[in-house]
C-alpha cells in the first residue's frame, strides 16, 4: 500500500467536536500533494547533498528572545548548515526593533537557510514565521504533528486580531497558507536529517499541546545542542511532564520565564485549591470571574480543574462561557490523544468520559450571544487573549471591571508592556479602543488577582532540577527565554550549584558551541 499510493494508514478515533483548523489543513495538503511530494524530494536532495568538509565548528546567533521574553529565535549554523529556531514576535511593543527577530543582522539570504524548527505554536515562537514566506523562503519548517494545526490557527487569529485593532497584518492568509504547505510534521522521537550534519528529535516539553524540547545532534556526534523551548518540568492534568533523558547534551539552551530565586510556583494542590476559594468567593457574592487567557493550553488545564471540581461539589455550580477559539483549540487537543498526559489519553480512548465535552461549557459563537454571559448574575468567563491585548476578552473586560462584586483572575504570564501586566501591577484606570475606534477609559474598580502554579512554564525550583539531571551530560549552559535579572539569576545559580560553565547572551550575540 505504501509504495503503491504513498500514504500510510492510521485509525484515530472520532473526536466529539470536530477541528475546523484540522479539516482545512487535510484538505489543503490533499490537493497540494502532487506540488508537496516534488517539495519533498527537493529536500531530501539538499539534505543529502555532498558535505563541503568534515571540519565541525558550530555557533549559535541570537536574534531574539535573550535577556527577554518575546520573539524568540535564533540561528545555528555549522560550516555545512544555517538553522533557524522559532520565529516569534514580542507582544509588548511595537517599535520594530524590538517587536521582531533581528534577521537582519543575522546577515543571511532566506535562500541559504536549510531549514526552520518550530518549538511550539505560540505566537512569541510563530508569530513572524509567515513573514519568512511573504518575503520568499522556500525550504522545510520542522514542527510536532499538533504544533501545525495549533500555530495555523494562532496564526490566522493574530491577523483578525490586527484587523480589528486596525494595524495591518504582518502577513496576509496566503502566507500562512504557505506554512502549511511546506511543514514537516514530526511524532516525539522521531530521529530526522534536517541538513547534511544535522540531525534533529524532538520530545516532550510539558508547556502545550505539541511543545517540543529540539534535540540537534551535529556531525558525527560532534555536538549534541538541546533547546528546552518552553518547559513544564512538572505534571499538569493535560500533559506529562517534560522528557529529559537525552543520550546525549554538551550544550543546554533553557528558558528561565521564573528563574528568579523568588519564583517558587505554589504546588498543584495548593494552587487548585486556592482557585476554587478564589472562584467561590466572588460566585458566592453574586460576581463575575473573568480569567484572560490564551485560547491554547491554560484554557483546556482549566476547563478540566472546572469540570473536575464542579462535579466534584467543590466549586460553586455557575455557568462557565468560553469565547475566542478556545473551542477549536479544544477540539485540536481532543485530536491528539497520544500528545496528551497517560491518564487522560486513556480517558478520552477507552471511556465514553470525555472532559473535554462537558455539560458545565457554553462556547459563546457570536458576539451577538455574549449578552447571556453578561447578565446579571454570577458566572465564569474565560476569553482570549491571554494578556488584555485585543481580543473578545476585552468586551468582557469593559463590563466586568467596573464593578466591585466582580473579579479579575490571571493564570498566565503577563509580559511587560502588556495591558495585562498593567492591570495586574495595580492600574485603577485603563483606556480601550472601543469599536467604533474611539478610546474609552474603563476604571477597574474589581479585584485582581494571580495564581502561577497553573502556568506552562517550570518555576525556579523545577528548573534547576531539570538542569540537575542532565548535569552529567553537561558540558555548558545557555540561559534565555526570562526578564534580564531572571536570565542572569537562573544563570548564576546554575553555575554556582553545579559547576557549569554558563552564559546569558542578550539579542545580537555570536556564541560559538564547538
Ligand atoms: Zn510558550
Redesign the pocket.
Known amino acids: 500500500m505504501v509504495s503503491k499510493t504513498g500514504w500510510r494508514v492510521r485509525i484515530r478515533k472520532a473526536t466529539t467536536i470536530q477541528s475546523q483548523t484540522i479539516q482545512t489543513i487535510n484538505y489543503n495538503l490533499k490537493i497540494s500533494s502532487t506540488e508537496r511530494s516534488k517539495h519533498l524530494q527537493q529536500i531530501g536532495e539538499q539534505i543529502f547533498r555532498p558535505k563541503l568538509s568534515e571540519d565541525a565548528e558550530v555557533s549559535l546567533m541570537t536574534l531574539g528572545g535573550f535577556s527577554q521574553v518575546g520573539r524568540s529565535c535564533m540561528l545555528l549554523t555549522t560550516h555545512e548548515s544555517k538553522i533557524l529556531i522559532d520565529c516569534g514576535i514580542n507582544p509588548g511593543t511595537k517599535n520594530p526593533l524590538e517587536a521582531y527577530p533581528r534577521l537582519d543582522w543575522a546577515n543571511i539570504t532566506l535562500d541559504e537557510l536549510d531549514a526552520v524548527v518550530i518549538?511550539?505554536?505560540?505566537l512569541?515562537?510563530t508569530g513572524f514565521l509567515p513573514v519568512l514566506f511573504k518575503y520568499g523562503y522556500k525550504g522545510p519548517i520542522y514542527c510536532t504533528e499538533p504544533t501545525l494545526p495549533m500555530m495555523n490557527l494562532i496564526q490566522l487569529d493574530a491577523i483578525k486580531v490586527a484587523a480589528a485593532q486596525g494595524r495591518i497584518p504582518l502577513y496576509s492568509e496566503r502566507d500562512v497558507k504557505q506554512v502549511m504547505k511546506q511543514t514537516i510534521s514530526l511524532a516525539y522521537g522521531t530521529v530526522t536529517d534536517i541538513s547534511p550534519d544535522i540531525k534533529l528529535v524532538f520530545s516532550n516539553a510539558g508547556?502545550?499541546l505539541g511543545?517540543a524540547s529540539c534535540h540537534f545532534h551535529i556531525g558525527n556526534g560532534n555536538h549534541n545542542f538541546v533547546y528546552t523551548?518552553?518547559l513544564k518540568y512538572g505534571k499538569s492534568m493535560l500533559f506529562d511532564s517534560a522528557s529529559w533523558n537525552f543520550p546525549r547534551v554538551e550544550t543546554l539552551l533553557i528558558e528561565s520565564t521564573y528563574g528568579a530565586k523568588e519564583d517558587i510556583q505554589s504546588t498543584r494542590e495548593e494552587v487548585e485549591g486556592t482557585f476554587i476559594r478564589s472562584v467561590n468567593e466572588t460566585l458566592r457574592n453574586g460576581g463575575k470571574v473573568l480569567i484572560p487567557i490564551p485560547a491554547v493550553?491554560r484554557a483546556q488545564e482549566l476547563m478540566m480543574v472546572i469540570d473536575q471540581y464542579m462535579k466534584a461539589g467543590h466549586l460553586t455550580e455557575a455557568p462557565v462561557f468560553t469565547e475566542g477559539m478556545i473551542s477549536e483549540a479544544t477540539a485540536i487537543h481532543e485530536s491528539y490523544p497520544e500528545y496528551l498526559a497517560r491518564d487522560l489519553r486513556e480517558k478520552i480512548l477507552s471511556t465514553e468520559e470525555n472532559p473535554f465535552d462537558s455539560e458545565y461549557f457554553t462556547n459563546i459563537e457570536h458576539s451577538d450571544a455574549r449578552e447571556e454571559a453578561l447578565r446579571e448574575g454570577p458566572c465564569i468567563i474565560m476569553a482570549t487573549s491571554g494578556m488584555l491585548e485585543g481580543g473578545p476578552v476585552l468586551e468582557y473586560f469593559k463590563h466586568v471591571a467596573p464593578s466591585q462584586k466582580n473579579k479579575i483572575l490571571f493564570v498566565s504570564y503577563q509580559v511587560n508592556g502588556t495591558m495585562g501586566r498593567r492591570v495586574l501591577d495595580g492600574s485603577r484606570q485603563v483606556s480601550v479602543v472601543g469599536k467604533d475606534g474611539k478610546i474609552e477609559v474603563i476604571n477597574i474598580n474589581c479585584s485582581t488577582e494571580k495564581l502561577d502554579g497553573f502556568s506552562?512554564?517550570s518555576d525556579y525550583n523545577q528548573l534547576m532540577s531539570y538542569v540537575h539531571k542532565l548535569r552529567p551530560k553537561l558540558r555548558r549552559v545557555i540561559v534565555n527565554h526570562g526578564e534580564r535579572r531572571k536570565c542572569e539569576n537562573l544563570a548564576s545559580s546554575i553555575h554556582r550549584m553545579f559547576r557549569i560553565a554558563t552564559t546569558c547572551p542578550q539579542v545580537q550575540e555570536g556564541i560559538r558551541l564547538l
Not at 119 to 122: D, E, I, M, N, V
Open positions: 518549538s511550539h505554536a505560540h512569541d515562537h508547556h502545550i511543545s523551548g518552553d493550553g506552562g512554564h
